[in-house]
């Protein structure tokens, strides 16, 4: 009986926990925070919070980080304060729930671990999920990366076997030339983007809008032929290689040069910006309202 009752404590205590938890997490990560509450935790996104919100509850951030966004990351130097202490707060989920490893170096340095996690979290900062649960490990080379089935060496490489390759050197062109719309981190965690969506089942993690890809994507193949004739006055060749390409690609263009963007493709811009839940020429607060009507009205907002 004692057993009994002991278990039912501790279940009890289990749940008790797991509900503050998660009321914690959520009523700072989004505004809608019932709705999300309750779809989390009973719904298909169960697992995910238990493997994520409970291993990352208590990571605080370390004023390294801080330091290192305010001093070096546009992005996030630009935000309001409000929006900043949500930055942040993503940043760190992201950054404690990946493992950072070195390839032919000794260490991967905390600024490239910075940089990564920051672009990461930026590119998501529009959408409900933001940790990428897909993807626990990122290589880092010291400069392009062979053997990996291409005929050429390449800088960045995302698998669906739940890892990433990058070369530092590529991150640190990238980072350095901030507006010629190349950029490694942010391509590869476009790949990310897409694989954790549409890779596998549709409905297990909630990055993109179901509804909203569909017309990026209809968009995209149009575009995608204006390329192929040579007529493209934006995007490189190179998206037009495949969707995934034209998406990564589009992505890096999009948070690199917004204001060219806007002026020479304002749809498909505009498309971007609904799909990501973000318009980075707001600069201050660049979400938009999707997040808090995400569940309730996607087929609405899609029109
Ligand atoms: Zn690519």
């Known amino acids: 009986m004692f057993f009994v009752y002991l278990i039912f404590c501790s279940l009890f205590l289990f749940g008790l926990v797991f509900i503050i938890t998660n009321a914690f997490i959520f009523n700072l990560s989004n505004d809608n925070f019932i709705h999300r509450f309750f779809k989390y935790n009973f719904g298909i996104g169960l697992y995910t919070q238990l493997t994520t919100s409970w291993l990352l509850f208590f990571r605080k951030i370390k004023p390294e980080e801080r330091d290192y966004l305010e001093r070096n990351f546009p992005y996030y130097i630009h935000l309001t304060k409000r929006k900043k202490k949500e930055f942040l707060f993503r940043f760190s989920k992201f950054i404690q729930s990946k493992d950072f490893i070195p390839v032919n170096m000794l260490y991967v340095p905390d600024s490239v671990k910075y940089y990564i996690s920051a672009t990461a979290t930026q590119i998501a900062f529009g959408l409900d999920s933001f940790v990428y649960p897909t993807f626990s490990r990122i290589y880092v080379h010291p400069k392009s990366i062979d053997n990996t089935g291409f005929i050429f060496p390449v800088e960045g490489l995302t698998s669906m076997g739940g890892y990433v390759h990058f070369s530092m050197e590529a991150i640190e062109r990238g980072r350095s030339i901030a507006d010629d719309g190349e950029n490694v981190v942010v391509h590869e965690t476009a790949h990310m983007l897409q694989m954790e969506d549409f890779g596998g089942d549709m409905e297990e993690n909630d990055f993109l809008d179901e509804q909203l890809f569909r017309i990026w994507l209809k968009m995209a193949i149009k575009k995608r032929e204006i390329i192929q004739h040579g007529l493209n006055e934006l995007l490189p060749e190179h998206a037009a290689y495949d969707l995934s390409e034209m998406f990564a690609v589009s992505l890096e263009n999009f948070f690199e040069r917004p204001e ?38 996607p087929r609405r907002r899609a029109t």
Do not use: H, V
């Open 260 to 297: 060219i963007f806007q002026q020479k493709l304002p749809k498909k811009y505009k498309a971007l910006c609904l799909l990501l839940g973000q318009n980075p020429l707001n600069k201050n607060n660049p979400l938009m309202d999707r997040r808090k009507f995400y569940y309730f009205a």
